[in-house]
C-alpha cells in the first residue's frame, strides 16, 4: 500500500462579515469566524502503480485532500501516510519520491529557459548526471519539446509551459504523482497528448498517479478506479465501470420505426423521455432493456435500434445532485 | 443617493484592513516629528563635523544597499499568500536558504554597485570621506556588516511569514519598513536623537542594521565599542532565529496553499 488516509478532515477558518457599511463598522471592533470543511472524514487506500482518478465540482475537496497527501497542508484531524512518510512532516527522503503537478501555477522561472529550471532542480534532487540526462531525454522525446527548452518560459505558449512543468516535476522519477487540472485550459489535441503520456508515465514507471480533473474524458482514458467527492466526503469509490451499473438504473433505447405508430402502443413498454416523427426514445430498466428491445423488433417494423448507456457525465451529475438533496 | 452609496462601499473596504489605517495615520505624523527632531539636533551635535555628516549618509546609502534584504515582500505576498511557497515546500530544499542564497545574490549585485558608487564619490571628493584607518577596525567593521546582513535577512523573514496570519501585509510592511528608516539611521544618525531616546533606539534590532555598522567604517567606534556592537548583533541574530524559527513551526501549520 502506497498511500493510506484514515478519517482525514482539514477545516479552514473563514472570516465573516455582514453585508453593509454596518457590518463593515462591525468587523472592525470583532470579527467573527467559522470553520469551513473542505475536507470532511475522508478515508482510502492506494496501492502501488494505480491510476486513480479523483472528480467532484469546484470546492469538492480534491485540491485540498492532494495538498494533505504532498505535504502542503497541516490536517485539522485525521491520519495520512505516503510511502511510509507523514507528508506534513516533509522529509527530504520522502520528498524526493513524491510531485504534486498544479496546473494553473508554476515551478519554473519565468525569464529564464526551462533548462536553467531543469538544472536547478538536478541539484536540488540530487540528480546524477546520468540519471538526469536519460529521464531529460525520455521526457523530452515523449512529450515533444525538445527545441522549446532553450526559450525563455514566458515566451512559450500555454501547451508548451505546461509540458515543461510536467518535465520540471518529473525530473526526479518520482513514485507517486499528484496530478491537480493537469489538462485544465489546453485545446483538445494537448490534452489527447498529456494524457496519453500520463499512462505511458505510469506504464513505464509503475508510479502511483492521483489525478483530478474537470474532464471526464481525462477520467475516462486513464482510470480504472475513481474515488468521487463532494462536499469534503467521499461519495463513491470504486470501478469506474461500476458507476455506471451502480447509478445508472436506466438504460435509452432509441428506436426508429419505419411509419408513425400510436403512442399508446410503445407506452407500455417503458418511459417515453421523446418522440419525433418515427424516432422514439424510451428510458428502461437497465435489467429489461434487451427484453423491451426483442420486444420492439418483434412486434414492428423497426428501421433502426440502439441500446445506450446514459453518459457517465450525466450520471456523476446525477450522483452529486442526489447528494445536495 | 447613488454617489453615497459608493462611499460607504468604498469605506467598507478599507475598514476590511485594519492596519492599514493605523500605519497610514501613523506615516503622516511621523515625517514632521522627525524634521523637528533633525534640526534640533543638527545644529549642534558635538563630535560631528559636516564632512563626517556628508560620509555619513554616503555610506548609509552604500550600506543599505548591501545589506537590507527586501524579501519579507516576495515572502509575504507571492509566497504565502498567493501559494508560490507550494513549489518551494515540495522541493528536498530548505525554503529558508533557497530564499537566503537568491538575496545574497541580490546583495552581492548590489554590493558591487555600491562599492563601484563609493569609488566614485572617493575620486571626486577625496577630502569628503572621513573612513576607518586601522587594519583591525576594518576587519570588524566587515565582520559587523557581514552580521548585520544576517540580521536584517531573519529580520524580514520573521516580517515576511507574519503573512501566515495577517490578511493584508502591506500595513505590517509598512510599519516595519518606517520602523527602519528612522532606528536604523537611515534618516539620521541616531547620535543626533535626544540622549534619552538614542540610548533606548541604540538597544533595539534596527540600529545594528544601518548605523553601527556605519559609523565603523566611518572609524568613529574603539576596538573595544566594536566588540560590544558584535556581541548585540549575536544577542539579535539569536533572538530573531529563535523567534523565527518558532514562528515557522506555528505559521505552516496555518497556511492555506490558496491561489494554487
Redesign the interface.
Given at each position: 500500500m502506497v498511500i493510506s488516509v484514515s478519517h482525514l478532515s482539514k477545516y479552514y477558518k473563514v472570516h465573516q462579515k455582514e453585508p453593509g457599511f454596518v457590518g463593515s463598522l462591525k468587523s472592525l471592533v470583532s470579527r467573527r469566524y467559522f470553520d469551513s470543511k473542505a475536507v470532511d472524514d475522508v478515508s482510502f487506500t492506494i496501492n502501488e502503480g494505480e491510476l486513480i482518478g479523483f472528480i467532484g465540482p469546484n470546492g469538492a475537496g480534491k485540491t485540498t485532500t492532494l495538498k494533505c497527501l504532498s505535504g502542503l497542508l497541516y490536517p485539522t484531524s485525521g491520519k495520512v501516510d505516503v510511502l511510509g512518510y507523514t507528508p506534513f512532516a516533509r522529509k527530504n527522503v520522502f520528498l524526493k519520491q513524491i510531485s504534486l503537478v498544479m496546473g494553473q501555477k508554476n515551478q519554473l522561472w519565468w525569464d529564464l529557459p526551462a533548462s536553467d529550471s531543469f538544472l536547478l532542480n538536478k541539484e536540488i534532487y540530487e540528480i546524477s548526471d546520468k540519471d538526469y540526462n536519460q529521464t531529460l531525454d525520455e521526457l523530452t522525446t515523449l512529450l515533444d519539446v525538445k527545441s522549446v527548452l532553450d526559450i525563455q518560459v514566458r515566451k512559450l505558449s500555454l501547451g508548451q509551459r505546461m509540458k515543461c512543468e510536467l518535465i520540471a516535476a518529473l525530473l526526479h522519477r518520482p513514485r507517486v504523482l499528484f496530478l491537480d487540472e493537469p489538462t485544465i485550459g489546453l485545446d483538445v489535441v494537448m490534452q489527447q497528448k498529456l494524457r496519453d503520456f500520463v499512462k505511458e508515465y505510469n506504464k513505464r514507471y509503475n508510479a502511483t498517479i492521483l489525478l483530478t480533473s474537470h474532464y471526464m474524458k481525462d477520467v475516462e482514458q486513464l482510470c480504472e478506479r475513481v474515488i468521487i467527492i463532494d462536499h469534503g466526503k467521499v461519495l463513491y469509490d470504486g470501478a469506474l465501470s461500476d458507476i455506471v451499473k451502480k447509478y445508472a438504473k436506466y438504460k435509452t433505447i432509441s428506436v426508429v420505426f419505419e411509419k408513425e405508430i400510436e403512442r399508446s402502443k410503445f407506452e407500455k413498454l417503458g418511459k417515453v423521455i421523446g418522440v419525433e416523427g418515427t424516432k422514439v426514445l424510451l428510458s428502461v430498466p437497465r435489467e429489461a432493456s434487451s427484453k423491451v428491445a426483442a420486444k420492439l423488433l418483434d412486434t414492428f417494423t423497426v428501421e433502426d435500434l440502439n441500446i445506450e448507456e446514459p453518459n457517465i457525465e450525466d450520471i456523476i451529475h446525477d450522483v452529486f445532485s442526489h447528494h445536495k438533496r | 443617493m447613488r454617489n453615497l452609496k459608493i462611499i460607504?462601499?468604498q469605506?467598507?473596504e478599507v475598514?476590511?484592513d485594519?492596519s492599514r489605517i493605523f500605519v497610514w495615520f501613523l506615516l503622516g505624523i511621523i515625517t514632521p516629528l522627525i524634521m523637528i527632531l533633525f534640526w534640533r539636533g543638527a545644529s549642534h551635535i558635538p563630535g560631528w563635523t559636516s564632512n563626517e555628516i556628508t560620509s555619513y549618509y554616503l555610506l548609509a546609502i552604500i550600506i543599505n544597499a548591501i545589506i537590507m534584504c527586501q524579501q519579507e515582500e516576495h515572502v509575504g505576498t507571492i509566497d504565502i499568500q498567493e501559494?508560490?511557497l507550494?513549489?518551494y515546500?515540495?522541493?528536498?530544499?530548505s525554503y529558508f536558504w533557497l530564499i537566503f542564497f537568491n538575496e545574497l545574490a541580490y546583495r552581492l549585485l548590489q554590493g558591487i554597485l555600491g562599492i563601484l558608487l563609493l569609488v566614485v564619490f572617493v575620486g571626486f571628493f577625496p577630502g569628503l570621506f572621513a573612513f576607518a584607518k586601522s587594519p583591525d577596525v576594518l576587519f570588524l567593521s566587515v565582520i559587523i556588516a557581514i552580521v548585520a546582513f544576517l540580521l536584517t535577512f531573519i529580520f524580514k523573514m520573521i516580517i515576511g511569514i507574519l503573512a501566515f496570519w495577517l490578511?493584508e501585509t502591506r500595513g505590517a510592511f509598512e510599519a516595519t519598513n518606517v520602523m527602519i528608516v528612522i532606528f536604523s539611521g537611515l534618516l539620521m544618525p541616531l547620535a543626533f536623537l535626544p540622549s534619552w531616546l538614542e540610548q533606548i533606539v541604540s538597544k533595539m534590532p534596527f540600529a545594528y542594521m544601518i548605523y553601527f555598522p556605519v559609523i565603523a567604517f566611518e572609524g568613529k567606534l574603539t576596538v573595544l565599542e566594536l566588540w560590544q556592537v558584535l556581541f548585540m548583533e549575536f544577542f539579535w541574530l539569536g533572538i530573531c532565529l529563535l523567534i523565527y524559527k518558532k514562528l515557522w513551526q506555528e505559521g505552516?501549520?496555518?497556511?492555506?496553499?490558496v491561489?494554487?
Open positions: - | 460607504l462601499l469605506f467598507q475598514i476590511e485594519r501559494g508560490g507550494s513549489s515546500l515540495l522541493k528536498p530544499f490578511t505552516i501549520k496555518q497556511y492555506t496553499a491561489g494554487q
